[in-house]
């Protein structure tokens, strides 16, 4: 990648944090890449292409970053602490705010909604591996549905980003009741196997009604 396009990858990214979708435009991109504002349409035809790539680009690398963190998480208690480590991370470097701001510009404009939905499944993967792992052998592992409970959880870090801005003590306390929600499947974890077959007998009946 040329030095050029890096520059307005990153710049891209800035604007999205200092002025929020509705105010990107290809004199913010120009102003916060230090580059002329005709190198925007040379090298990516468009904002909103630029925008797509800054988004795929960006999150790829903040997965990459935390992927062999998450891949020696051994519990689900221990994978929240990576949460939180996670998205206190993220939120002071203004990395979910970028999707935040993403998802509220894809609303109006469906060019985004694709690239934008390509980097939250980015997330997605990755945590879905971690809860297949995690999961294998639980009572809740025939029932659950991995690949819904991966998306509802990148969806709810993004969303405790949104929440965080307004009432702080409120996002602490959702993070508190999913590590609620963990110890609760250790607990059902260490069962024996009698109680085990029980309960997962009765999760398995529920999940058909």
Not at 70 to 84: F, I, P
Not at 183 to 201: N, T, W, Y
């Amino acid at each position: 990648m040329s030095d050029t396009k890096r520059r307005l990858l990153d710049g891209t990214l800035a604007a999205i944090r200092q002025h929020g979708i509705a105010g990107v435009s290809a004199r913010t991109i120009a102003a916060a890449a230090g580059v002329n504002q005709a190198l925007v349409f040379y090298h990516f035809g468009t904002v909103d292409e630029l925008l797509a790539a800054a988004c795929r680009t960006g999150t790829a690398e903040r997965v990459a970053h935390w992927s062999a963190r998450l891949r020696k998480v051994r519990s689900l208690r221990e994978l929240l602490d990576v949460g939180r480590a996670l998205h206190e991370e993220e939120r002071v470097l203004g990395n979910v705010s970028v999707l935040a701001q993403m998802l509220a510009g894809a609303q109006t404009d469906e060019r985004l909604a694709a690239p934008t939905a390509e980097a939250l499944q980015l997330w997605v993967d990755e945590i879905e591996w971690v809860l297949r792992r995690l999961l294998g052998g639980s009572p809740f592992a025939e029932v659950a549905d991995v690949p819904g409970l991966a998306r509802a959880v990148s969806a709810a870090f993004v969303g405790l980003e949104l929440y965080d801005g307004v009432d702080r003590p409120a996002a602490e306390r959702a993070l508190a009741a999913l590590d609620q929600l963990a110890v609760l499947i250790e607990i059902v974890d260490d069962l024996g196997p009698i109680a085990r077959r029980a309960l997962q007998s009765k999760i398995s009946k529920a999940a058909r009604r």
